[in-house]
């Protein structure tokens, strides 16, 4: 008898810490670069040194974006049977003589270079070209940080960032990654400090960074949005956000793009939401989409009601 046999959910909740681990290191150094002028450096005079200066810590999660990928095909592998994760002949195996049940942790695991053989051989779907080339590529480095030190291995941050967004929406094409992010973010130890106000803030900031970092054909693919068109505020995350010091993420799209589109999608919380098609009633605002239950302006952030009534 074996047991503590790893079930699917395991393996992904696992793969998605990683992922987010990993996002969360490489979101940091977004985030402080972002502030650099705030600071008061001129971003173009510390780019090369800040970036050079945060090398070894891109190439860490870089590989941790691939530990979680592994971790992630092995719950698809679970899914058929998680028998065909254990690897060497039965001979090799922990012996069922020896009294009591066999933990399934006791068993050698097939190897990462072996996960999508037996991934594609046994499930209904197999991964395409295109991510087989990428898992294998994210591994070549792997290996070499993990074995060589990687001290010639260089690794953009925009490279982390792409890799970590393609494997999410490749494993889990219905998740928006932002959503899935916000929620890592209020759980985090420091949510119980007091920055589990700030999760919405800190999730459109680095959604922010992303559109502006990204080509606008991975921007699409990844959140689902065109940059090239007009951004609006999103109803609900700017009602979820703290405002005390001013939000200006202007993350969600009309759908369809058009004059007289009533439906707005943001790609933090994943939901499309209605608004109103009208004139904002600030006198320098050009806004003409209104949230529609908290009839807030979404280009300003004006509340329309206290307009009207500053002007009655």
């Avoid at 109803?235 to 969600?252: I, R, V």
Wanted: glycine share 4%; hydrophobic share 35%; charged share 25%.
């Amino acid at each position: 008898m074996i047991t503590n046999i790893p079930t699917p959910a395991d393996y992904y909740t696992s793969g998605k810490e990683l992922l987010n681990f990993a996002w969360d290191t490489t979101a940091n150094l977004l985030i402080d670069f972002d502030q650099a002028d705030y600071y008061g450096y001129d971003e173009t005079e510390i780019s090369d040194a800040y970036w050079a200066a945060a090398k070894r810590t891109l190439t860490t999660a870089l590989t941790i974006v691939q530990q979680a990928v592994e971790l992630i095909i092995k719950g698809r592998i679970v899914e058929v049977s998680p028998y065909l994760l254990i690897s060497d002949s039965p001979s090799r195996w922990p012996s069922p003589y020896e009294g009591g049940a066999i933990d399934f942790e006791l068993f050698r695991t097939i190897d990462a270079q072996d996960l999508i053989r037996v991934h594609d051989t046994f499930s209904d779907t197999a991964f395409d070209a295109n991510f087989v080339e990428k898992f294998h590529n994210l591994r070549a480095v792997r290996n070499v940080v993990t074995h060589s030190a990687g001290k010639n291995v260089s690794v953009r941050v925009a490279e982390v960032i792409d890799s970590a967004l393609y494997m999410h929406k490749a494993l889990f094409p219905g998740e928006s990654w932002f959503k899935i992010r916000r929620e890592f973010l209020r759980r985090a130890p420091s949510s119980q400090l007091g920055a589990e106000e700030f999760a919405t803030n800190t999730t459109c900031w680095e959604a922010s960074i992303v559109v502006k970092l990204l080509p606008p054909a991975k921007v699409e693919a990844y959140l689902g949005i065109d940059k090239k068109q007009r951004l609006y505020l999103c109803p609900e995350c700017l009602y979820d956000a703290n405002t005390d010091g001013g939000f200006e993420h202007k993350l969600a799209v009309l759908r369809p793009k058009g004059p007289d589109s009533i439906n707005l999608y943001c790609p933090v919380c994943d939901q499309t939401h209605s608004v109103v098609r009208k004139d904002c009633t600030k006198a320098d605002c050009p806004g003409n989409v209104i949230g529609e239950e908290y009839d807030q302006c979404l280009t300003c952030s004006s509340w329309q009601d206290e307009e009207d009534e500053g002007e009655s």
